[in-house]
């Protein structure tokens, strides 16, 4: 497998830095020390994760996300659905209206669990 190298200094889209996003995004599957290290391995320097598990009762929450910083780059991923997971496939269904800020004409729809997580 071939090593993955963060361009830092990255201000526009490249197929390069596209591959690079998508396997952060697949590290969001991932437990959090193994987050911190291979993050850490990227160059990022501040790395937090968050985790809204599922609790009984309802709502059908399990969210996973991390924030991966250094001094030029921030990369925030979140797990998506796994399949086999009947509880992230209702979860995707309950999702809410929220508005981005007081005030604002703009609505935007986010997933509960994506909201707790943030």
Not at 2 to 16: K, Q, S, V
Not at 21 to 26: D, F, G, R, S
Not at 57 to 72: M, V
Not at 92 to 100: G, S, Y
């Amino acid at each position: 497998m071939t090593a993955i190298t963060f361009d830092h200094a990255a201000t526009g889209y490249t197929l390069a830095q596209a591959r690079r996003l998508a396997h952060a995004a697949a590290l969001a599957c991932k437990d959090e020390p193994v987050v911190r290290a291979t993050a850490s391995s990227w160059g990022f320097d501040r790395v937090r994760c968050f985790r809204v598990p599922h609790a009984a009762p309802f709502p059908l929450e399990d969210t996973q996300a991390y924030a991966a910083a250094s001094d030029h780059m921030i990369v925030v991923a979140f797990r998506g659905t796994q399949p086999e997971e009947l509880r992230d496939w209702l979860s995707d269904a309950a999702e809410r209206p929220l508005r981005r800020r007081p005030g604002s004409a703009v609505v935007t729809r986010l997933r509960r669990g994506c909201s707790a997580a943030t």
